[in-house]
């Protein structure tokens, strides 16, 4: 063995990616159960925004289908085709990700390097640091407004060696929606050579009046790329499979580092079915809705403050966010804490169906100090 160095290799790992706090998911149910001994049919989870009716029908179908042909490398033409065809745009603006986490990895890599900078807002996903920091760039965070993204002061934080803001509409971990109107205007008066993300993984949870065609955008600001996922509504988060739509050019460079067929065929035939199912979607956004209200009812019967939500999730206060986390593991309800997007008294939990709900509900009520 060498004793040249002795430096390790972690030691030899350039500075901004040591600087990174890896993600932390959702805790398990299988992890819970080892940790409490508490059975699994017996444990809730409520922590990670997942589609409590599970997948699309549709979706089931056409993954059960493909499986006779898994020795084949994917194709993703039939995907592309298929939301080419919803959004009304060319197949030449559209980027296939493992995820959306996958696609927002890609501008990273595509727009970031170290003496570049990324602006994202204060309680905002953890991705966005994340893949801003693994390309090298230095993060501007932006002091929220009402637990939200503020505008204003995201665009006053833009320099000259900026080269992408990031934006969740509605936002994660915290709900907030911010209206077609302030997006535009913030647009308009952004630079045209900083590329704005708008991640829209919960936009098929937003009320009617509040939906926009936010794509039909990126045919004026070619700066945009929209995003979004397969892993919400469509319940599809285990297969991972998101996508971007962005100007031909982007989307081309962004598909130059995409690594190849990094969206499986499983993937790929899901969640070209469930775009079609339209039954399934209309039944997850009314459960979602009524689940809303249930929660958001028994966090007031409770004295709790709530964070109105747009999302599949409320995020409320407890004051002690770790400790009433703790006591509501050892009932078998897992949530998610939220101490790492700065907001340690708080706690987030996804809607699920009415018996899960309420499940949560009295578990918490007993948990509170």
């Not at 992890?31 to 997942?50: D, F, H, T, Y």
């Not at 926009?212 to 045919?219: C, I, K, L, N, P």
Request: hydrophobic share 45%.
């Amino acid at each position: 063995m060498s004793a040249k160095s002795s430096a390790s290799l972690f030691d030899l790992s350039p500075a901004h990616v040591r600087a990174i706090s890896p993600y932390q998911p959702g805790k398990p149910i299988t992890q819970l159960a080892r940790e409490m001994g508490i059975p699994v049919e017996r444990i809730v989870k409520l922590a990670s925004n997942e589609n409590p009716l599970g997948m699309s029908p549709k979706a089931r179908a056409a993954v059960e289908r493909e499986i006779a042909s898994l020795e084949r490398y994917p194709d993703d033409f039939e995907l592309k085709s298929a939301l080419a065809g919803h959004h009304g745009v060319g197949m030449e603006h559209l980027v296939i990700g493992n995820g959306s986490n996958d696609v927002l990895d890609l501008v990273a890599r595509v727009f970031l390097t170290p003496g570049t900078s990324a602006v994202f807002s204060q309680h905002a996903f953890a991705v966005y640091p994340l893949a801003s920091l693994s390309a090298g760039a230095e993060l501007i965070a932006v002091p929220a407004k009402e637990f939200g993204h503020d505008l204003d002061a995201m665009l006053a934080a833009v320099r000259p060696d900026t080269r992408v803001v990031w934006i969740a509409n509605p936002n994660n971990p915290t709900g907030t929606f911010l209206p077609a109107p302030a997006l535009l205007a913030f647009l308009r008066a952004l630079p045209g050579d900083v590329a704005v993300v708008l991640d829209e993984a919960y936009t098929e949870y937003l009320a009617p009046a509040e939906r926009v065609d936010t794509v039909a955008w990126v045919r004026d600001f070619p700066n945009l790329i929209v995003t979004r996922t397969f892993s919400k509504i469509y319940g599809l988060a285990g297969l991972r499979v998101g996508y971007g739509v962005a100007e031909a050019g982007v989307a081309d460079l962004m598909n130059r580092v995409r690594q190849p067929f990094n969206c499986n065929n499983l993937a790929l035939a899901g969640a070209a079915a469930a775009l079609t199912d339209h039954t399934f979607l209309a039944e997850s956004y009314a459960v979602n809705h009524a689940g809303m209200e249930q929660i958001v009812a028994g966090l007031k019967r409770l004295g709790l403050r709530h964070i109105p939500s747009h999302g599949n999730f409320v995020t409320f206060h407890v004051g002690d966010g770790a400790g009433v986390n703790q006591r509501l593991l050892k009932q078998g309800v897992i949530v998610r804490p939220i101490a790492g997007y700065g907001m340690p008294e708080w706690l987030r939990v996804t809607i699920g169906r009415e018996a899960d709900n309420e499940r949560f509900l009295s578990a918490l009520a007993s948990a509170l100090p």
